[in-house]
């Protein structure tokens, strides 16, 4: 049942990908949300429309959070619901035109089933979960090596590391680097495939969702800061993603 559902909503996030890249070709419509770097577009509502609508189409009895407000709004956990973002990093999309990802999270009863991270500029793709195993593209992905903090590069939401929030710098001065995407997808495909120990952020649930149900499957640890577990249905929160070794290592510094 989930590798059919696998399937499906994978070709459903790669003809997302392609609607996306050919409205690169005309013009882009940007309207500011709540401040001027918290922008939306015509192509990020119609990406989350086009998505909608597959899901309701296939799935009449499920829930939908969606970013750009196209969504049921639950109150409940019960049952299937979906969480999409249909552009993470819309700054960088606008800005750079790349750089950005298309998402979906699946959850059953609360639980992480489903996820979706497409790097659609890039091409690569991470998808799938628990019972199907994750892949990037058409490859399998192993649990990630445990590398320390010391040893790793770790992904920060910018503002935090700007203003040092709950000791973001001394953690990023603990590692052996930092790297600041604007993605919160892009952070976590790179903590996925072991090109980051971590990533610390401060986003909204649609930014989490697709990501927690691909990094728990490969071994990562995910948590908000106060060591509480993800839930769909909760505000903004600090968020971090890591290996085990560094969670542990991170978690000493920021708490």
Known sequence: MEQELLLTVKSWVIEAGEQIKESLK???EVDIKSNRRDLVTNIDKATEAFLVDKIKAAYPNDHIVGEEGISDKPETVAGRVWVID??????????????????IGIFEDGEPKLGFIY??????????????????????????????????????????????????QKVGNEAMGVRILGC??????SVICGEQCGYISNLAPWDYA????????????????????YH??????YFIVATTQTYQDAMVILN
Do not use: W
């Open 26 to 28: 005309s013009s882009i």
């Open 86 to 103: 249909p552009i993470d990093g819309t700054m960088n999309f606008v800005l750079q035109q790349r750089n950005f990802c298309v998402m």
């Open 119 to 168: 790097d659609v500029m890039a091409n690569r793709f991470v998808y799938g979960g628990k019972s199907t195993g994750v892949y990037l593209n058409d490859t399998k992905l192993a649990p990630v090596e445990n590398t320390s903090l010391a040893d790793g590069l770790m992904g920060s939401n910018g503002s935090m590391f700007a203003h040092d929030v709950h000791g973001t």
């Open 184 to 189: 919160a997808g892009l952070d976590f495909l």
């Open 210 to 229: 697709a990501g927690v149900a691909l990094s728990e499957p490969l071994g990562l640890k995910c948590s908000y800061l106060s060591g509480k577990p």
């Open 232 to 237: 769909i249905l909760d505000g903004r929160e």
